[in-house]
């Protein structure tokens, strides 16, 4: 990977590089820089070679190659490991599977991302629609915290998610409790947060991503052609999801240590600021329960706070909203 890695630092800072040179700098013959170059060729590197200049780099791929997000990635373990996979069934099916079995070679912190989901999962068993042009990722973690906190790792994974494509875009998304990123009351983004826990420690913990980059209006599935939006749709412009990938992990990281640090204050604070939830009227769905109220809080282990007709108020940690008054119910 690293000579590989190397053999693109060089093509790409200049026009030609010869194989002669590639081979003299990384002390391996031509004839491997030769197959190193089919093999970017192989991943949609566009090469070409002249037989006194040498190779030159013509385009890349748009793919989400590890390589290439780990160019100036700048985290401390997130994402330092990552599979790359053409198409999976689901990201986070592959996650649990890696989290459950080889917990000794997939440290903290290893990211599966996949180019197109066949059977992208929402909550519940949901569908999630995942096309090429997204972002399909899911990040392993081995917190040592109580599964009380699993609401947080929701809600701070939004906020980083937020604050990723603001600074790649300027859009402002803001929060749908519990787990959409929303922009114009649509939806761009769900999470999808699975564990394995005993009573007071989670033994891993699988965080899926899925935020609708590159879409067009046209390419989504009839179902949700009104809910949802993708970023491309909203800049006018192809969006780079390489960068929109590591903006994100950098975030994730620096909010997951505030979380595993136990300072979830600055993180819920954030999620406040970017709530599309707090002080409207919903109405939840919690298994077979239907709770109608305001919404008016969300207390430190990330349960919404919801406040009843009769004024009882309730922790709400999992459910999903139905109806949804977009004013404040003042
Ligand atoms: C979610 O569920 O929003 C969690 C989505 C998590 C997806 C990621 S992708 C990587 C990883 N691997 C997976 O298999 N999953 C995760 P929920 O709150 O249940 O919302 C599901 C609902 O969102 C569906 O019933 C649709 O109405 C809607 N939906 C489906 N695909 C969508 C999309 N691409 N964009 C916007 N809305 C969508």
Known sequence: MRIKQNILYYLKKDNYVSGKFLAEKLGISRVAVWKQIQKLKNLHYEIISHKNLGYCIISQPDLLLPDEIHKGLNTKYIGHKIYYYQELESSNLTAKEKARSKRDVVPEGTVIITEKQKGGRGRLGRKWFSPIGGIWLSVILYPSLSPEYIPCITLMTSVAIVRAIKELTGIQGLIKWPNDVMIHDKKVCGILTEMSA??????????????????????FAKEIKDISISLKEMTKKRVSRIQLVQIFLREFEKYYNMLIQKESTIILNEWKNYSHTIGKRIDVKVGDRLISGQAIDINDRGALMIKKDDGEILEIISGTLLKYNKEPNI
């Not at 609708?212 to 046209?218: A, K, L, Q, T, Y």
């Open 198 to 219: 005993e009573m007071d420690l989670i033994n891993w913990l699988v965080v899926g991503i899925g935020i609708n980059v590159n879409i067009d209006r046209c390419e």
